[in-house]
């Protein structure tokens, strides 16, 4: 009996800031989770909201380039008190989401809750307890200085589990279809994207 070599798969997860953006790239092959590359984008030194879009969508775009990733998944703008926020970081996510689609990179959305609750199975955990269950999952440390990144990580994982789950085949982590969402909506709607 031939046995079949696990194909490799590589995620990066995003989650979407204004200020700092956090990412993290991992691999999957199998069952086996290795983290390739994390950080943050700072974004605060440049002076206009459009400087600021326009640095995601390089930084992500060059991510994309350096390491191919077959998915991205990213988090979901939490619903704040501030609708101008709520724009501004709807803004970030939509520019992120566009360096994906630009390369038909299926593109996954998940809940702040739905990560923790993925991760540590708290969906209410601090960012230090999501950081120290994901030094247990990859077996290493984590650079505290990147803390905003542990999140990116955090996402890539998230969407591993839910990517592997029995019921990932019929809906996907916000109840939107599963290799869809907005590379489904490009596919399937050729003349409203211009």
């Given at each position: 009996m031939q046995q079949t070599e696990a194909t490799e798969k590589v995620i990066i997860g995003v989650d979407p800031g204004t200020q700092v953006m956090g990412y993290g790239v991992i691999s999957v092959k199998g069952q086996q989770i290795t983290l390739v590359q994390y950080g943050v984008i700072h974004l605060s030194k440049y002076t206009t909201h459009e400087l600021k879009l326009k640095?995601?969508?390089?930084?992500?775009?060059?991510?994309?380039?350096?390491?191919?990733?077959?998915?991205?998944?990213?988090?979901?703008?939490?619903?704040?008190?501030?609708?101008?926020?709520?724009l501004k970081l709807g803004r970030a996510q939509g520019v992120a989401m566009a360096a994906a689609l630009?390369?038909?990179?299926?593109?996954?959305?998940?809940?702040?809750?739905?990560?923790?609750?993925s991760?540590?199975?708290?969906?209410?955990?601090?960012?230090?307890?999501?950081?120290?269950?994901?030094?247990?999952?990859?077996?290493?440390?984590?650079?505290?200085?990147?803390m905003d990144a542990t999140d990116g990580i955090a996402i890539?994982?998230?969407?591993?589990?839910?990517?592997?789950?029995?019921?990932?085949?019929?809906?996907?982590?916000?109840?939107?279809?599963?290799?869809?969402?907005?590379?489904?909506?490009?596919?399937?709607n050729p003349g409203r994207i211009k």
């Open positions: 640095k995601i969508f390089e930084r992500i775009t060059q991510l994309i380039e350096d390491y191919l990733p077959d998915e991205m998944a990213i988090e979901d703008p939490f619903y704040g008190k501030n609708p101008q926020s709520m630009a390369r038909d990179i299926p593109i996954v959305e998940y809940s702040p809750r739905k990560v923790k609750q991760v540590t199975g708290s969906g209410s955990a601090s960012k230090e307890q999501v950081a120290y269950m994901l030094e247990k999952i990859l077996a290493m440390e984590l650079s505290r200085e990147f890539a994982i998230c969407h591993q589990y839910h990517a592997n789950s029995p019921a990932s085949s019929t809906s996907g982590a916000s109840g939107k279809s599963k290799k869809g969402g907005w590379s489904a909506f490009v596919s399937e």
